[in-house]
T-cell receptor, first 115, second 113 residues
Framework: GAVVSQHPSWVICKSGTSVKIECRSL??????MFWYRQFPKQSLMLMAT?????????EQGVEKDKFLINHASLTLSTLTVTSAHPEDSSFYIC???????????FGPGTRLLVL | SQQGEEDPQALSIQEGENATMNCSYK?????LQWYRQNSGRGLVHLIL?????REKHSGRLRVTLDTSKKSSSLLITASRAADTASYFC?????????????FGAGTILRVKS
């Protein structure tokens, strides 16, 4: 089956630093990937759609200059949280569609804690 | 708001009982998917039902879809303690809605042994 990986699985950083999270499709190509954020005991909120070879599409209310997305290849999308602050602490999950019905396959998530 | 609604928000049952979770969504969809998430982990895809289907089965899972009411339900039969997790429905909107997956608020299921 389709496998999506994320790296790192968790990261702790100081306020003001930037953090890069990678999302890889391991055994399939993905022209589109999605980035979600999940706060404790809440559902997933779509942040942006990452498009290979073009600009990402951001959801309303998501700052594109703060959450930089680069879809450099058909198997890799990166999310960079710039100048991270404690309120950016969250669980970040990516997904990629695969198959005829475009089932979404999710990465294991990255837990970010900003001190 | 992006999200659909799910009920109940939390459900606690005994092992062996059935668990039913309901979900409502807001836009026209291509399909509706159900996912499971264990605490602090990634999501696992459970089942997908297309907009032209009304019912689907997979093992102990049964999902229904009512597009006129924009609602879906997930039934887990003969529950096990290992079924304890959060369950989310996610509606894949049609192209005009950006072909995006919109998640419901989720149901926290606890199965007591």
């Amino acid at each position: 089956g389709a496998v999506v990986s994320q790296h790192p699985s968790w990261v702790i950083c100081k306020s003001g630093t930037s953090v890069k999270i990678e999302c890889r499709s391991l055994d399939f190509q993905a022209t589109t990937m999605f980035w979600y954020r999940q706060f404790p005991k809440q559902s997933l909120m779509l942040m942006a759609t990452s498009n290979e070879g073009s600009k990402a599409t951001y959801e309303q209310g998501v700052e594109k200059d703060k959450f930089l997305i680069n879809h450099a290849s058909l198997t890799l999308s990166t999310l960079t949280v710039t100048s991270a602050h404690p309120e950016d602490s969250s669980f970040y999950i990516c997904s990629a569609p695969y198959g005829v019905q475009e089932t979404q396959y999710f990465g294991p998530g990255t837990r970010l804690l900003v001190l | 708001s992006q999200q659909g609604e799910e009920d109940p928000q939390a459900l606690s049952i005994q092992e062996g009982e059935n668990a039913t979770m309901n979900c409502s969504y807001k836009t026209s969809i291509n399909n509706l998917q159900w996912y499971r998430q264990n605490s602090g982990r990634g999501l696992v895809h459970l089942i997908l039902i297309r907009s032209n289907e009304r019912e689907k089965h997979s093992g102990r899972l049964r999902v229904t879809l009512d597009t006129s009411k924009k609602s879906s339900s997930l039934l887990i039969t003969a529950s096990r303690a290992a079924d304890t997790a959060s369950y989310f429905c996610a509606a894949l909107g049609r192209m005009e809605y950006g072909n995006k997956l919109v998640f419901g608020a989720g149901t926290i299921l606890r199965v007591k042994s």
